[in-house]
Nanobody
Framework: QVQLVESGGGLVQAGDYLRLSCAVS????????MGWFRQAPGKEREFVAA????????VYADSAKGRFTISRDNRKNTIYLHVRSLKLEDTAVYYC?????????????????WGQGTQVTVSS
């Protein structure tokens, strides 16, 4: 069974840098595309970024371009989301997700496995 565990969230100040991690177990991690999504209170879950199994291809939501970077370390079965210059509107629960078919999609329903999420709260 595939398990995803996010970490690295917390209370941060606007303008800070944050690195979120997602550790994956129970699967052939290196063959999966991985994605990051987020869900703010009262809003739908939205796509942030995705990365191919090799790490050679990445895609970002327009709102994430320039401040967010997705990366992966297949030796550690872990993906990361680096966020700089945090803004109040980045406050959300951040989820990582796995897609065994390497579609690198921005669609929630095209990911088969999800973590529990990690809360990021940005204060002014």
């Amino acid at each position: 069974q595939v398990q995803l565990v996010e970490s690295g969230g917390g209370l941060v100040q606007a303008g800070d840098y944050l690195r979120l991690s997602c550790a994956v177990s129970g699967s052939t991690f290196s063959s999966y595309a991985m994605g990051w999504f987020r869900q703010a209170p009262g809003k739908e879950r939205e796509f942030v970024a995705a990365i191919s199994w090799s790490g050679g291809f990445t895609v970002y939501a327009d709102s994430a371009k320039g401040r967010f970077t997705i990366s992966r370390d297949n030796r550690k079965n872990t993906i990361y989301l680096h966020v700089r210059s945090l803004k109040l509107e980045d406050t959300a629960v951040y989820y990582c997700a796995a897609d065994p078919t390497d579609r690198r999609s921005d669609v929630v329903t095209e990911y088969d496995y999800w973590g529990q999420g990690t809360q990021v709260t940005v204060s002014s």
